[in-house]
Nanobody
């Protein structure tokens, strides 16, 4: 009924930039908070950044000043602009959203399939 589809991952050199996108499709009525998580090999999944429907943002300390989360309500899309990338940013990045689905009484939590970001020279 609802899918989150991510794009924009890849290989980048240290100091470089990438922009991730995540679009929600299907029977979307409204989207509450949206966010990006990441999981590196052997580590737990962690919150990178989140944005509410009103535009308030929250960032992990490790990415503050380097990453920027934004959203386009008309396109049901969330973005993550990643600048000054470091090798320790290497991980699979997952999109997450709290979505009201048409016909359902409560919102549900959805995840994207993940996109690999590798920072290496």
């Amino acid at each position: 009924q609802v899918q989150l589809v991510e794009s924009g991952g890849g290989l980048v050199q240290p100091g470089g930039s990438l922009r991730l996108s995540c679009a929600a499709s299907g029977s979307v009525f409204r989207i509450n908070a949206m966010g990006w998580y990441r999981q590196a090999p052997g580590k737990q999944r962690e919150l990178v950044a989140a944005i509410t429907s009103g535009g308030s943002t929250n960032y992990a300390d490790s990415v503050k000043g380097r990453f920027t989360i934004s959203r386009d309500g008309a396109k049901n899309t969330v973005y993550l602009q990643m600048n000054s990338l470091k090798p320790e940013d290497t991980a699979v990045y997952y999109c997450n959203a709290d979505i009201w689905v048409v016909g359902r009484p409560l919102p549900s939590d959805y995840w994207g399939q993940g996109t690999q970001v590798t920072v290496s020279s």
